[in-house]
């Protein structure tokens, strides 16, 4: 656990240096927060708007504005933070704008032989135990995709995101009450859909 | 139920590999930057802005998102508060036929 501790503030220091590099003007170490974070943007971005060109329009638009604004971050948050917060309230703007795809299904299998590859990372555990873990990770993800907007989006940030309710509810805009009966709803359907499995 | 939040718990660490590779686009976009693309610091963004670099803002959020601890702290301080009055009430009533004759006494 310290250890894991450790390697978060190491992780912390650096995006500091780097921020602080970048706010000088230095390119290079604003590529390497890049490098670092996109997946993790576009990940975020893909669940919630559940459309990849979209995911990368959206990570495109995310560094847009952190180049354009890193003067402007003073850090008082990690820099993880501020860039998941931003980029929670980027897509939650883009879905405001188009409500098409609410009730759309989405096949992440399809996404899968498409070329959107699922991978886990930081995961210590047997080859065995890896697989068959990885494997009902993708099926509740693939339950949690497939879901109302109205679930979907409440779960995805309180659960894979650790937001607050309240901060959930300040961004979605609904009371606290209804954003806790959506995800408990939510959370009941994925388990009883995975019960069925 | 438990189950259920470890595999939640293992889905954080999931990294959905994009089709294309991603960060030279965005890097490429950067190296870019026309003014058309500035219009994106829209004024919810710079809301965005002011409000992650406010240090009242994000204690009061704070607060609101631990009411239950600040509700805690509160109930000690009041319980605290409480047992020193009534320490302070039961020395001066162990004082008051001092205090009695004193008055008298004047």
Redesign the interface.
């Given at each position: 656990m310290t250890i894991e501790k450790n390697s978060e503030k190491n992780k912390q220091t650096n995006d500091e240096i780097l921020v602080a590099k970048s706010k000088n003007g230095d390119k290079a170490a604003?590529?390497e927060l890049?490098?670092k974070y996109?997946?993790?943007v576009?990940?975020t971005a893909?669940?919630m708007v559940r459309n990849?060109q979209e995911?990368?329009d959206i990570?495109?638009?995310v560094?847009?504005?952190v180049?354009?604004?890193i003067d402007?971050?003073?850090g008082?948050?990690a820099f993880k933070t501020?860039l998941r917060?931003?980029t929670v309230?980027t897509c939650i703007?883009k879905l405001r704008l188009r409500m098409k795809t609410a009730n759309k299904k989405i096949s992440l299998d399809s996404m899968v032989e498409?070329?959107?590859?699922?991978?886990?990372?930081?995961?210590n555990q047997s080859v065995e135990k890896f697989f068959q873990?990885k494997e009902?990770?993708k099926e509740?993800?693939k339950i949690i995709v497939n879901l109302d907007e109205s679930y979907r989006i409440p779960l995805i940030l309180r659960?894979?995101q650790?937001y607050?309710y309240?901060?959930i509810a300040e961004i979605l805009k609904k009371p606290v009450g209804t954003i806790k009966t959506n995800i408990h709803r939510a959370?009941k359907i994925?388990?009883k859909l995975?019960d069925d499995k | 139920m438990n189950e259920f939040k470890k595999f939640l718990k293992v889905a954080k660490d999931i990294i959905v590999n994009p089709e294309s590779n991603i960060e030279d686009k965005i890097i490429d976009k950067i190296k870019n930057i026309s003014e058309e693309d500035k219009k994106i610091l829209d004024e919810g963004f710079m809301e965005f802005l002011k409000k992650s670099n406010s240090k009242p803002y994000l204690f009061n959020k704070k607060l609101k998102e631990n009411i239950g601890l600040m509700i805690f702290i509160g109930a000690m301080g009041i319980a605290a508060a409480g047992t020193f009055l009534f320490l302070e009430y039961k020395n001066y009533k162990k004082q008051k036929p001092v205090y009695k004759k004193r008055c008298q006494s004047l």
């Open positions: 604003f590529e890049v490098r996109s997946k993790y576009y990940t893909f669940f990849t995911a990368e990570s495109q638009e560094f847009v504005k180049y354009l604004s402007g971050f003073r008082l948050s501020w917060k931003l309230n703007d498409d070329g959107t590859e699922i991978l886990l990372y930081e995961f873990d009902t990770v509740i993800l659960d894979l650790d607050s309240i901060e959370r994925i388990k995975m | -």
